[in-house]
T-cell receptor
Framework: ETGVTQSPTHLIKTRGQQVTLRCSSQ?????VSWYQQALGQGPQFIFQ???????GRGNFPPRFSGLQFPNYSSELNVNALELDDSALYLC???????????FGQGTRLTVV | GDSVTQMEGPVTLSEEAFLTINCTYT??????LFWYVQYPGEGLQLLLK?????DKGSNKGFEATYRKETTSFHLEKGSVQVSDSAVYFC??????????FGTGTRLTIIP
C-alpha cells in the first residue's frame, strides 16, 4: 500500500507566476486536505476535497484553488505568486472528512 | 474560532530525562485532540490522539490526557531518547472538520 505522495519535492518560482502542486492520495482514501506551513509555524488549513467536491476552506484568498480527480488525487494551484507564499505545502489524505489524516512529505515552494 | 497554544521551544533535554510539552486549546463543542511529530525532512506523522474528555492517548512511550476542565492536552514521556528529537505539533479537529495546529515545539535530545 503506497502512502501519500507529493510532487515536486522542491521548486522555485518568480513572483507573479503560477504554480501547480500535485498529491496522490493513499489507496482507499476519498478525502484530500491541503495545508501551508510557513517556516517555524504550524500548518494552516487551505481547503479540503471530499469525493471531488470542495468540503471546507480556510482563510486563503481565491488565488489558491484546487481540484480533486475521480481517482481522488488532487492539485493545488496558486496564481499570482507572492513572496509570502514561500512555504512547505502539505497534502493529507483520509478515508473520510473526519478520519485520521495521513500526510505526504510536502512540497517546498520558494518564491523569489 | 478554534485555536491551539503550545509551549514555546526549542526544548533541549538529556537522554532519559522526563518530557512535558504543554498544549491548551480553545474550541466550541467537543473537539478531537492530536499530537503530530515531524522528523527532519519528513511530513507529519500522527503520534497519538484522544476523542473525548478524560481519554488518554498513548504511543511509543508518549502519553497525553484530554482534560476538558483545563482545556489541555499536554504531551509527556518518562524517558526520552535521542531518536525522539523532532518537532511536535498539538492539533485539534472541531466541528468544521479541519485540523487546527499549534506553532510546534522543537525538541532536541542530547546523548
Amino acid at each position: 500500500e503506497t502512502g501519500v505522495t507529493q510532487s515536486p519535492t522542491h521548486l522555485i518560482k518568480t513572483r507573479g507566476q503560477q504554480v501547480t502542486l500535485r498529491c496522490s492520495s493513499q489507496s482507499g482514501h476519498n478525502t484530500v486536505s491541503w495545508y501551508q506551513q510557513a517556516l517555524g509555524q504550524g500548518p494552516q488549513f487551505i481547503f479540503q476535497y471530499y469525493r471531488e467536491e470542495e468540503n471546507g476552506r480556510g482563510n486563503f484568498p481565491p488565488r489558491f484553488s484546487g481540484l480533486q480527480f475521480p481517482n481522488y488525487s488532487s492539485e493545488l494551484n496558486v496564481n499570482a505568486l507572492e513572496l509570502d507564499d514561500s512555504a512547505l505545502y502539505l497534502c493529507a489524505s483520509s478515508s473520510g472528512p473526519r478520519d485520521e489524516a495521513f500526510f505526504g512529505q510536502g512540497t517546498r515552494l520558494t518564491v523569489v | 474560532g478554534d485555536s491551539v497554544t503550545q509551549m514555546e521551544g526549542p526544548v533541549t533535554l538529556s537522554e532519559e530525562a522526563f518530557l512535558t510539552i504543554n498544549c491548551t486549546y480553545t474550541a466550541t463543542g467537543y473537539p478531537s485532540l492530536f499530537w503530530y511529530v515531524q522528523y527532519p525532512g519528513e511530513g507529519l506523522q500522527l503520534l497519538l490522539k484522544a476523542t473525548k474528555a478524560d481519554d488518554k492517548g498513548s504511543n511509543k512511550g508518549f502519553e497525553a490526557t484530554y482534560r476538558k476542565e483545563t482545556t489541555s492536552f499536554h504531551l509527556e514521556k518518562g524517558s526520552v531518547q535521542v531518536s525522539d528529537s523532532a518537532v511536535y505539533f498539538c492539533a485539534l479537529r472541531g466541528g468544521n472538520e479541519k485540523l487546527t495546529f499549534g506553532t510546534g515545539t522543537r525538541l532536541t535530545i542530547i546523548p
